[in-house]
């Protein structure tokens, strides 16, 4: 089929971020840890525990979303969800202009899927992959009903465009970069700063949560910036009328 412009995609359009703190490997139950465990030495030979430990907010189930972050391309504006509690949008003042809504793990889920119903196509990087089945396992695991389907036909970008998949042309190309890698490329004000997803556990447990939900969001401001830059160029070839 043929090519079709960017608007083919859906107004309004919002890209979305999410951080994940994995649980404590003391909270695990032990067949869980035994079958990770082998999982680890048939995948490398070996059973690095910690290894494993460092790596259990990948592990979808093993992890609580902590923060979740939107920025609406149509009105370059932010907004962010985070551990706290409240329950209500307030100014979030490290990054002017957004806002920040604070609650539990359960209720900010209920919040985003509320929001979420009403976009059009959403922009991630790597959230085919990562965010979007994270986000339905989790609300699945806490009794929430997802408002959409945030991985749908694998190759539409009308719902859903993983820029990640954009850049590697939905695998054709042999190797996948980060979306740092991609901002810098493009000129685009990379989101990496004095602290990065590896960190995003040690700051849930000490409480620092608006530290995350600020690295979130600028994570995902970048997500837009990249869209913004590729909208009119690559988006198109991946745009398929119907």
């Keep these: 089929m043929a090519a079709a412009s960017p608007d083919a995609l859906r107004a309004p359009v919002l890209a979305f971020d999410i951080e994940v703190?994995?649980?404590?490997?003391?909270?695990?139950?032990?067949?869980?840890?035994?079958?990770?465990m082998a999982r680890e030495k048939r995948r490398s030979g070996a059973t690095d525990v910690e290894s494993i430990q460092h790596r259990l907010a990948l592990v979808r189930g093993l992890g609580r979303v902590?923060?979740?972050?939107?920025?609406?391309?149509?009105?370059?504006?932010?907004?962010?969800?985070?551990?706290?509690?409240?329950?209500?949008?307030?100014?979030f003042d490290?990054?002017?202009g957004?806002?920040?809504?604070?609650g539990n793990e359960r209720e900010m889920l209920t919040e985003f899927w509320r929001l979420a119903k009403?976009?059009?196509t959403v922009v991630t990087y790597n959230g085919r992959s990562y965010d979007g089945p994270v986000l339905m396992t989790r609300s699945a695991m806490l009794d929430v009903v997802p408002?959409?389907?945030?991985?749908?036909?694998?190759?539409?970008?009308?719902?859903?465009?993983d820029l990640m998949e954009v850049m590697n042309f939905q695998g054709?190309?042999?190797?996948?970069?980060s979306l740092d890698y991609w901002c810098r490329r493009f000129g685009v004000e990379s989101p990496k700063g004095k602290m990065d997803g590896s960190m995003v556990a040690q700051k849930a447990r000490n409480?620092?949560?608006?530290?995350?939900?600020?690295?979130?969001?600028?994570?995902?401001?970048?997500?837009?910036d990249l869209f913004r830059r590729v909208r009119s160029t690559l988006v198109p070839l991946f745009a398929q009328s119907r």
């Design 66 to 91: 902590v923060s979740i972050a939107m920025w609406n391309l149509d009105k370059d504006s932010g907004a962010v969800l985070v551990h706290g509690s409240g329950n209500k949008w307030d100014d």
């Design 98 to 102: 957004s806002k920040v809504w604070r």
């Design 172 to 177: 054709a190309a042999r190797e996948s970069y």
């Design 118 to 120: 009403d976009w059009g």
């Design 207 to 224: 409480g620092h949560y608006d530290d995350i939900a600020e690295y979130c969001l600028r994570d995902t401001r970048a997500t837009a």
């Design 94 to 96: 490290p990054i002017p």
């Design 147 to 161: 408002s959409r389907q945030l991985c749908g036909y694998r190759y539409s970008i009308r719902d859903h465009c």
């Design 21 to 36: 703190a994995g649980v404590e490997w003391e909270e695990v139950d032990e067949a869980t840890r035994h079958y990770l």
